[in-house]
């Protein structure tokens, strides 16, 4: 070993002289010689030390970096959400209305088509008995020319006897003829006039009734491409929410049941569409997939509520995590044991601390080993806890909202520096609470 030793001191000798460094006393004078292996020892330790102090001092600018810009993501998609839901809305109102005009517009088109049709079916009834008419008169004409006939024949056979009488008799029979022909006429040319005003009032009808089945054609294909477009973006703005709870682990049919049992006061908005129709809009068309809309808007809304209810925000922004959820190794007695949360830490005293939901305050005061204690009751049996807090900004019984501030960093109870010990319980039983914040990374 010792000429292991020589030899790398006679190799180093170039680039490392030796050098001594000398203490001097008051009665004596001493030196330390630093051969070359110990000065290329003392050299990389120090090289190794400032290569791992810089490496960790980027990754924490990196990592704070990074939280940073999640938040700011995060704000922003927030805000694209609700702005999105206020535009689906708008779009949902304006394709209602413009359903109920055209509904309108089409049943009072009804109304003139039926009316019309009840005139040409007058007409036609009248026209039917002004031809039975034309037929009688008919009949009698015939009877008429006939007895003419045979007065004509009588008057040839009584030529020689009364002649004069006869005469005047058979003149005045014709003239009274030619009176019923000049009547029959004049009311076969009016009834023609008149059938043919009633066949042009008909032929309108049927030319604006067309136009007005186009045109509902075409209301019925704008509304058709309008709810497509509602039913996409209804499904893209659901299936995030829908997956968010299925990643936490929670029963989504069971909360959303809670919530809508808890809503009393439901939207009048959102509520279902019921338009009265004589048999114009099929039960399956617009309103029952308006219907649809509304319910998907009205699932959405008790996602947001639920959501609002339910710990997916962080609890503390900026901060590093320190300690992770499971079994670790206890920093005070060394021993392993089960640790029911996660430890954040890297800020101040007192850095602000936020509630993770919606809730109500079930404790805040001391409490052995977790010191100054939060604990906030949510909905569907969900408890979070709050510990080893500086200053405590809440009270038992009150009701806070996420993103209020409960309390602040800091160092109190069974804890070894400054840090916040977050935890998520459902019924009693401590989960991770990564589980709810990863769920909700890519949604809010």
Do not use: C
């Not at 088509?113 to 026209?127: F, K, T, Y």
């Not at 000049?182 to 136009?211: P, V």
């Amino acid at each position: 070993m010792t000429a292991v030793i020589d030899r790398l001191n006679t190799a180093l000798e170039r680039y490392l002289p030796e050098k001594r460094l000398f203490l001097r006393s008051e009665t004596s004078t001493r030196f330390v010689r630093l051969r070359p292996v110990a000065q290329a020892v003392i050299l990389a330790g120090v090289g190794g030390y400032m290569a791992i102090s810089l490496i960790a001092t980027s990754i924490l600018f990196f990592e704070a970096v990074g939280s940073s810009d999640l938040r700011e993501n995060a704000r922003r998609e927030q805000a694209y959400f609700e702005q999105r839901l206020t535009e689906l809305a708008s779009q949902r109102d304006q394709s209602a209305a413009e359903a109920q005009a055209a509904h309108i517009r089409y049943a009072e088109a009804m109304d003139r088509v039926a009316a019309m049709q009840g005139l040409i079916l007058n007409a036609e009834q009248r026209n039917a008995e002004l031809e039975r008419g034309i037929d009688a008169l008919q009949t009698t004409l015939r009877g008429v020319m006939e007895q003419r006939d045979e007065a004509l024949t009588r008057l040839a056979e009584l030529e020689t006897v009364d002649a004069n009488a006869q005469l005047a008799r058979t003149a005045q029979q014709l003239a009274e003829v030619e009176q019923t022909l000049d009547f029959l006429m004049t009311a076969l040319a009016d009834t023609a006039e008149e059938r043919e005003s009633m066949r042009a009032l008909a032929d309108d009808a049927t030319r604006e009734a067309q136009h007005l089945a186009l045109e509902y054609r075409l209301i019925q294909d704008r509304n058709t491409r309008i709810f497509t477009q509602l039913e996409n973006a209804v499904e893209t703005s659901m299936t995030p929410l829908r997956r968010m709870f299925e990643a936490a682990g929670l029963p989504v049919d069971q909360i959303l049941s809670q919530v809508r049992a808890g809503y009393q006061s439901q939207s009048a908005s959102l509520r279902p569409i019921s338009v009265s129709t004589t048999g114009t809009m099929q039960p399956q068309g617009d309103e029952a997939r308006a219907a649809n809309v509304m319910a998907a808007l009205e699932e959405i809304d008790m996602f947001r509520i639920a959501a609002q209810r339910t710990p997916f925000a962080m609890p503390v922004y900026g901060a590093r995590q320190t300690s992770g959820f499971g079994t670790r190794r206890d920093p005070r007695t060394g021993g392993r044991r089960m640790h029911n949360g996660i430890d954040w830490a890297g800020l101040p005293r007192g850095t602000p601390i936020h509630a993770t939901a919606d809730g109500v305050v079930t404790h805040a005061g001391r409490q052995s080993g977790f010191g100054n204690l939060v604990i906030v009751q949510h909905d569907f049996g969900i408890e979070t806890y709050y510990a080893h807090l500086n200053s405590i900004n809440v009270r038992v019984g009150q009701r806070v909202s996420r993103g209020d501030q409960i309390g602040g960093m800091g160092n109190t109870g069974r804890s070894t520096g400054v840090h916040l010990h977050y935890e998520i319980r459902v019924g009693g039983r401590p989960i991770n609470p990564l589980t709810y914040i990863r769920a909700a990374q890519n949604v809010f």
